[in-house]
């Protein structure tokens, strides 16, 4: 059974920094595509970045390009997503999943998903 566990979210500041963690468990998180989502509350989930299995393509929302920044490391089974210059409007859960497609698709076409991590930007 894949299960995905999301850690590293918390209340920061306008203009602060944090860091998610994704973990997977009971899978090779190599043979994934890994994505992160957000939602905010009263909003449907969207996208925010992803990654192809070796790391070497990536994709990211516009409104958060140039400020978030997605990595992996497969030999420890969790992809990162550092966000930089929060912005009140970036809070949200953030939802991590995994494709086993090998296609980065900005869609929730996603096979595992994570219970989500809360983010709270302040202003």
């Known amino acids: 059974q894949v299960q995905l566990v999301e850690s590293g979210g918390g209340l920061v500041q306008t203009g602060g920094s944090l860091r998610l963690s994704c973990t997977t468990t009971?899978?090779?998180?190599?043979?994934?595509?890994m994505g992160w989502f957000r939602q905010a509350p009263g909003k449907e989930r969207e996208f925010v970045a992803a990654?192809?299995?070796?790391?070497?393509?990536?994709g990211y929302a516009d409104s958060v390009k140039g400020r978030f920044t997605i990595s992996r490391d497969n030999a420890k089974n969790t992809v990162y997503l550092q966000m930089n210059s929060l912005k009140p409007e970036d809070t949200a859960v953030y939802y991590c999943?995994?494709?086993?497609?090998?296609?980065?698709?900005?869609?929730?076409?996603?096979?595992?998903w994570g219970q989500g991590t809360q983010v709270t930007v302040s202003s």
């Open positions: 999943a995994a494709r086993i497609s090998g296609v980065i698709v900005i869609t929730t076409a996603y096979d595992y």
């Open positions: 990654i192809s299995r070796g790391g070497g393509r990536t």
């Open positions: 009971g899978g090779t998180q190599s043979t994934y595509v």
